[in-house]
């Protein structure tokens, strides 16, 4: 690859890399009264307005997840890169694009065609950034990658959780923020929390003990951390800072007029309105205070039994989530950036970019095929656990066999020439040692699923302590196993079928292949056998029970 080319891709990845953790913008509203296909269509073409009131995406998330996912982002913008210069026809169709969308802003006499790859570059990380629609299909794919690293999806679901949950709280606690709310100036007789009646003080009284909670929590040294690390949109305001000058506000302002003893003379009037508006900021601090409580929750890297344990012993009735042992959209989202940087990049340059991706998808279809089946299948999930061998086994071959039916549809689909019986036969004669391998590559993760259980985290030492995430074993079992397959039957099969000796010995072939399966093996068993085993401990009651209370404050 020309150096000058290298020089572009290394300026776009710098680019993408800076821009995603910028504040992304938000959308001009539609025209109303227009039909909704419409009106997402024009809003694609409308410039971006006010920025983004949520804070910065570091702010949500923990570092592993927020660096895999802005690399994933950078990789995805040096890879459309590569393909604007590498395909025919797209800078000729991104000249034609540039001509109609924006001729009164750019010069005439630019050619995206006759452009330098690092002038190109430039021109590209503009376009992709400001122009519409590219900034907001740009802004479109930084938000999904967002809300897979948890940016805020986990925390809104959190929030929701804690809106919707019963409170009871502490009785020496309430007690303690009363007292020191009544030597204020507070009527002590309104100052009383009923779980059955969300009434104004009710909510006013729910907000001091959570506040009162919080700053419990900020001493405590596993928060530390995470009450630092959370900042508002300007990132020079600690958000916990805010939320503390946000409540005094509110106390000192509209909750003393409303709920001191010596209140203020009004009319009903005046009354009314006042304790509308203090209802309404209290609604407020109330989801701020959610927000803050998630945000440290998730920020501290505790796990879902220890911050529900910690959260209900501040008040809430909440329960452990319970989620199968199957892979969710981040899992799914990693295992593919595997299987490109591992697969798709090194074999590329010698199958194709078509062919490789259509083997890489077989791989993808063929490691997801036994977690699937122990998913729908839940007894399969179980197999460790003093059952017979023989169970095992036909795990195995279920899993096996599932993952060759997986891949004669991909290669049918490929090479479809309209007789599906025919197409069969022959991807089975002329292909049926790389059916071979899927079959054994999906057989041995099932095995490696059901052979041993996950270890207790407390009892992993040092260097240990890398089986929470991955187990050498199972990566030496897969990657060897695999790797002898490859160079002594499925490469010797696949030249004596093209007539090459050269790709029995293939040394990219063997690489590739046995690195990538090593990695599967040594990661995916141990994922699998970690989110089975959270799964049967949150079966088990490891939290108090819900406290009494109901959910009756559930709109606040």
Known sequence: MPLEIVAACAFIAFVAWLHFDSIPSTLAEPASGLPKPLGLLLALFRRPEAPSIFPPPRANTTILRFWFYRTLYSGLAVGLFVGAIEIPGVRQGIDTVIAALA???????????????????????????????????????????????????????????????????????????????????????????????????????????LMDEIGQWRARRKFRTAFAAPTEVDRKVRSFDKLTDSYNALREGDAHRCLAVNRP???????????????????????????????????????????????????????????PPVPQLADLVALAALLIVVWMVPMSARLGVGRAATIAVIIYLTILSPTLLAHFVPKFGRICDGQPAIRLVAFALCAGALAVVASLAVNTVVSASGDLLRDVETIWTTRGHWLLVCFTMAALLAWRFGSSGYPDPASLQGWQRYRCWADLTDGAVVGGVMLALLAFHALPAQAALQGDPSIAVDPLRLATGGTLCFLVGFFVPTWYRGRRAKKEQGDEPRVAAPLDGGSSLSTA
């Open 265 to 323: 003379e009004m009319t009903d009037e005046e009354r009314t309105e006042l304790e509308a508006r203090f209802l309404r900021d209290v609604k407020v601090l109330l989801r701020s205070i959610y927000a803050m409580l998630g945000r440290i929750s998730l920020l501290a890297h505790i796990d879902e039994c220890e911050r529900v344990r910690d959260l209900n012993n501040m008040g809430f009735a909440l329960e452990p989530r319970r989620n």
């Open 103 to 209: 001729s009164d802003i750019l010069p005439a006499a630019l050619a995206v065609s006759d452009l330098s790859p690092i002038a190109l570059a430039i021109v590209l990380s503009l376009l992709v950034c400001y122009l519409p629609p590219f900034s907001s299909a740009e802004n479109a794919l930084r938000g999904f990658l967002y809300e897979q690293a948890h940016i805020p999806a986990e925390l809104d679901s959190l929030m929701q959780r804690l809106k919707n949950a019963g409170f009871t709280p502490n009785e020496e606690t309430e007690q303690r923020v009363r007292n020191d709310l009544a030597a204020e100036g507070f009527d002590p007789e309104r100052l009383r929390y009923d779980p059955e009646a969300p009434t104004l003080e009710s909510r006013w009284i729910k907000a001091a003990v």
